[in-house]
């Protein structure tokens, strides 16, 4: 099992910044995939940046060149840094991690709970 727990949300006016950390521990394997997604009120869940464990990175169209998503390499933690951010950004995030095996088939994943981010205008 794989436990994740996420810190960092609070409340940012527009145009300020915040980092979100996911703290992971458990069975996380060396070839993994560590995402953060969000939730705002009313819409669906999507996919905000992720990072493999070969430091490929993807990110949202609406977040790029704003967030970036990095893995310290010190422990199973991903950060996300956001700069710049707009009201449009409040949401829930929660952070992901997914297990692969050698040939980069997905194994298992695991979820956050969430650390809420609000923009005000």
């Known amino acids: 099992q794989v436990q994740l727990v996420e810190s960092g949300g609070g409340v940012v006016q527009s145009g300020g910044s915040l980092t979100l950390s996911c703290s992971a521990s458990?069975?996380?394997?060396?070839?993994?995939?560590m995402g953060w997604y969000r939730q705002a009120d009313g819409k669906q869940r999507e996919l905000v940046a992720m990072?493999?464990?070969?430091?490929?990175?993807t990110y949202a169209d609406s977040v790029n060149g704003r967030f970036t998503i990095a893995t310290p390499g010190t422990d199973d933690t991903s950060q996300l840094q956001m700069n710049s951010l707009k009201p449009e950004d409040t949401a829930v995030y929660s952070c992901?991690?997914?297990?692969?095996?050698?040939?980069?088939?997905?194994?298992?994943?695991?979820w956050g709970y969430g650390t809420r981010v609000t923009v005000s205008s």
């Open positions: 458990g069975n996380i394997r060396n070839n993994n995939i």
């Open positions: 990072i493999t464990s070969y430091n490929y990175t």
């Open positions: 992901k991690a997914k297990n692969r095996d050698p040939l980069n088939r997905p194994v298992d994943d695991f």
